[in-house]
């Protein structure tokens, strides 16, 4: 029989989907299942989005530019300004979702056997594109008793080997929720130039903020980085378009483009109505994120509450996107996080968690953690949590 390739053998299980099938099984027998597994967000994506694809008058669906639509990348980037961001029309690449963005950016980037930095836990798909792209990953841990925060540069520095060409950051993170500090991006800022590396970081959850003195501090506006910032972007959770597949990579550095841009033109292109949304969703009043944003710090403050009444659980308080990691009063989530699904009910309702062992690529670390999302109305996170309080005593006596 063929075998498999080594590459295909390493690469990782979704921590997000692996557990699908045990929630379909759950569902058959009548339970319902409350998602907090997932970023698949509720709110209702803008109209004006959804009106462009269903009023677009096209006889042939033609390949568009493979830096996508020239219409789309000017509005962007003016978009991008209108937020304090000095990016150029030459600066984006559209991409199909932020994931292609990542993987442009790894593949222009680094070589196979090159290694790339990122604080963990992380989403979880990093370690899948460094899988597919050849690359090493080189963990640094931070900790939930810490938020969370930017580990100190000295344990990065540590790191730094021949092979080093990248540092990649979540702002804000995913899985964490943490929002890095504006001293936080200068100190990596100064790493990156004194070692000539790159600092990639994926933006995509920029506008979620939810605490009045904190503010979103991008690569793209560090004085002096042009040539080592790389920013990666995706309409997904901007505007509750994770089904469009349309995000972007956006550099300075002129010759991270060009090579960005042969991946691109070998792919051909980004999808065209999923581009024709993108650019009529950047018409989107401000009323719309204000509302979005509003309801989502309702939904924190209400999860991270209700967690907190929970005897063994500790939880880090996100300032930003829409997830958190909690430390459960358990061995191992992921074997606790199957059993919700495969044995548990609480009246005919359980829950789906992400355990988030595998959101670190460290061995054996986050084995009592799960990530939660906050993407449900607050009436069913507050039912959410009161399953899995039930869930946890159950478990634990059994």
Partial sequence: MPKISLKGQQMPESPIRKLVPYAEIAKKKGNKVYHLNIGQPDIKTPEVALNAVKNA????????????????????????????????????????????????????????????????PFYANYNGFSTASGVNVVPVISTLDEGFALPPIAAFEKLITPRTKA????????????????????????????????????????????????????VMNVGGLE?????????????????????????????????????????????????????AALETPQSYFDDVIAEYKDRRDTLITELQKIEGVKVATPKGAFYCIAQLPVD???????????????????????????????????????????????????????????????????
């Fill in 227 to 279: 040539e080592h910032a790389i920013m990666i972007d995706s309409v997904s959770k901007r505007y509750s378009m994770c089904g469009a597949r349309i995000g972007c990579i956006v550099s300075k550095n002129k010759e991270v483009m060009a090579t960005a841009m042969k991946f691109a033109q070998a792919r051909l292109s980004p999808p065209t109505y999923a581009q024709i949304a993108s650019e």
């Fill in 57 to 120: 008058n096209i006889e042939v669906l033609e390949y568009s530019h493979s830096a996508g639509f020239e219409s789309y990348r000017t509005k962007l980037s003016a978009y991008y300004k209108s937020h304090g961001l000095p990016i150029d029309v030459a600066d984006i690449i559209i991409t199909t979702g932020g994931s292609e963005a990542l993987l442009f950016a790894m593949g222009s980037t680094m070589d196979v056997g090159d290694e790339i930095i990122i604080p963990e």
């Fill in 167 to 218: 540092i990649l950051i979540c702002n804000p993170g995913n899985p964490t929720g943490y929002l890095y500090s504006q001293d936080e991006i200068m100190q990596l800022a100064a790493l990156v130039k004194k070692h000539d590396l790159f600092l990639i970081a994926d933006e995509v959850y920029r506008e979620f903020i939810y605490d009045k003195n904190d503010r979103h501090h991008s």
């Fill in 332 to 398: 191992n989530a992921d074997t606790f996080a199957q059993w919700l699904l495969e044995s548990y009910d609480n009246n005919g309702e359980t829950v789906m968690v992400a355990p988030a062992a595998g959101f670190y690529s460290s061995p054996n670390v986050g084995l009592n953690e799960v990530r939660i999302a906050y993407v449900l109305k607050k009436a069913d996170l507050v039912r959410s949590v009161a399953i899995l309080k039930e869930a946890l005593k159950a478990y634990n006596q059994k």
